[in-house]
T-cell receptor, first 115, second 117 residues
Framework: DAGVIQSPRHEVTEMGQEVTLRCKPI?????LFWYRQTMMRGLELLIY????????DSGMPEDRFSAKMPNASFSTLKIQPSEPRDSAVYFC?????????????FGPGTRLTVL | AQSVAQPEDQVNVAEGNPLTVKCTYS??????LFWYVQYPNRGLQFLLK??????LVKGSYGFEAEFNKSQTSFHLKKPSALVSDSALYFC???????????????FGSGTQLTVLP
């Protein structure tokens, strides 16, 4: 398996622009997670899906952020409009099940820079 | 609520020496504990996890971790460090009695391990 795939790997945009990050989870995994990593706040869970349905989006920082999972093999995280403070590395992860013992597998991340 | 602490931001060790990266946790019930490693410009990679049973867990790349319930710790160890082990290490916890979104992982702040040649 190719693992979790994220695109783009790097994104540089200007403040106010729309940014879309993409993720393909490991085939057969029922859970998908979006995380944000910054120096100040560490690794934060933004939202997660179970069988394409958003379960908890309480970590989404504000309404400018939205996430969708139209099918089992694709998810997007969108920021509109983007702001400099959104600059971070965004990770997607997936797990086979959402159980307590299940391991999450991470993608390589998208490094977002908002100028 | 569940939380995890990694008290050291930075750990330096000479190549060939044993290494320890510390992690302590707080949960209401019993914990499930995980270690991940992050190399520069890469995603987090799973190293090992403690679910139940033997307190000494063996994982990838020669790493192991010891679960200590009385000290609420889950320190990562390796008998002989390699320069290639230099990376950022994350401890994570999940409370066994949690439900819903609280069942998801809580990560520590990370410890940067540098192995000196």
């Amino acid at each position: 398996d190719a693992g979790v795939i994220q695109s783009p790997r790097h994104e540089v945009t200007e403040m106010g622009q729309e940014v879309t990050l993409r993720c393909k989870p490991i085939s057969g995994h029922d859970y998908l997670f979006w995380y944000r990593q910054t120096m100040m706040r560490g690794l934060e869970l933004l939202i997660y899906f179970n069988n394409n349905v958003p379960i908890d989006d309480s970590g989404m920082p504000e309404d400018r952020f939205s996430a969708k999972m139209p099918n089992a093999s694709f998810s997007t995280l969108k920021i509109q409009p983007s702001e400099p403070r959104d600059s971070a590395v965004y990770f997607c992860a997936s797990s086979l099940l959402g159980g307590f013992t299940d391991t999450q597998y991470f993608g390589p991340g998208t490094r977002l820079t908002v100028l | 609520a569940q939380s995890v602490a990694q008290p050291e931001d930075q750990v330096n060790v000479a190549e060939g020496n044993p290494l320890t990266v510390k992690c302590t946790y707080s949960v209401s019930g019993n914990p499930y504990l995980f270690w991940y490693v992050q190399y520069p410009n890469r995603g987090l990679q799973f190293l090992l996890k403690y679910i139940t049973g033997d307190n000494l867990v063996k994982g990838s790349y020669g790493f192991e971790a010891e679960f200590n319930k009385s000290q609420t710790s889950f320190h990562l160890k390796k008998p002989s460090a390699l320069v290639s082990d230099s990376a950022l290490y994350f401890c994570a916890v999940r409370d066994r009695i949690s439900s819903g979104s609280a069942r998801q992982l809580t990560f520590g702040s990370g410890t940067q391990l540098t192995v000196l040649p």
